[in-house]
């Protein structure tokens, strides 16, 4: 069964560019996060939705952040402007049951992104 | 509010030594646990779950865990542990009463086992 997939891996850009990071999780699996993870911290949750619709985004900065999963699988993230502080590993996870359920996440290997 | 404390930045063991990973939760109804380890440069992967039951659950890697309702803890521990056990290890939670909460992660422990 294939994993989660990301890309990029990395990615470099000057503070005010903008960036996107593309998501492809679980053939299968409904719900689907993304997480921010700085350097010598736990991931944070940025956005979760289950098939095509948000399910929290309360920790999302909607000034600068936007997510989609118009189809109910692939998952784009986009920063516009980028901060120095967001420089960070991009995580996303998905999960075979429903949002607030038992089942496990499933986590990619995350896009680390560098703001100069 | 769920959130879960690690209280070790890192934790040192002999390669052969039992190890003990620390974790301590706070959620307003009962919890889902988890553990997960992170190697350098990847993902997270699943270790092991608490949903409800036997209070020791067994995971991955011969990982298990302890639940402990009365201390809100879920340690996280190896009979004898591997060089290649070193990594970070990360604790969440979720309240399964609250609603659809995502996982919320600890700050995690760098596990550091010598030759």
């Known amino acids: 069964e294939a994993g989660v997939a990301q890309s990029p891996r990395y990615k470099i850009i000057e503070k005010r560019q903008s960036v996107a990071f593309w998501c492809n999780p679980i053939?299968?699996?409904?719900?689907l996060y993304w997480y921010q993870q700085i350097l010598g911290q736990g991931p944070k949750l940025l956005i979760q939705?289950?098939?095509?619709?948000?399910?929290?985004d309360s920790q999302l900065p909607k000034d600068r952040f936007s997510a989609e999963r118009l189809k109910g699988v692939d998952s784009t993230l986009k920063i516009q402007p980028a901060k120095l502080e967001d420089s960070a590993v991009y995580l996303c996870?998905?999960?075979?049951?429903?949002?607030?359920?038992?089942?496990?996440?499933?986590f990619g290997e995350g896009s680390r992104l560098t703001v100069l | 509010a769920q959130s879960v404390a690690q209280p070790e930045d890192q934790v040192n063991v002999a390669e052969g030594n039992p190890l003990t990973v620390k974790c301590t939760y706070s959620?307003?109804?009962?919890?889902?646990l988890f553990w997960y380890v992170q190697y350098p440069n990847r993902g997270l992967q699943f270790l092991l779950k608490?949903?409800?039951?036997?209070?020791l659950v067994k995971g991955s890697y011969g990982f298990e865990a302890e639940f402990n309702k009365s201390q809100t803890s879920f340690h996280l521990k190896k009979p004898s542990a591997l060089v290649s056990d070193s990594a970070l290890y990360f604790c969440?939670?979720?309240?399964?009463?609250?609603?659809?909460?995502?996982?919320?992660f600890g700050s995690g422990t760098r596990l550091q086992v010598q030759p």
């Open positions: 996870a998905s999960s075979s049951g429903l949002a607030g359920g038992a089942g496990e996440l499933f």
């Open positions: 053939s299968g699996h409904a719900t």
């Open positions: 939705f289950q098939n095509n619709g948000v399910v929290d």
């Open positions: 959620v307003s109804g009962n919890p889902y």
């Open positions: 608490y949903i409800t039951g036997d209070n």
């Open positions: 969440a939670v979720r309240d399964r009463d609250t609603g659809r909460r995502a996982l919320t």
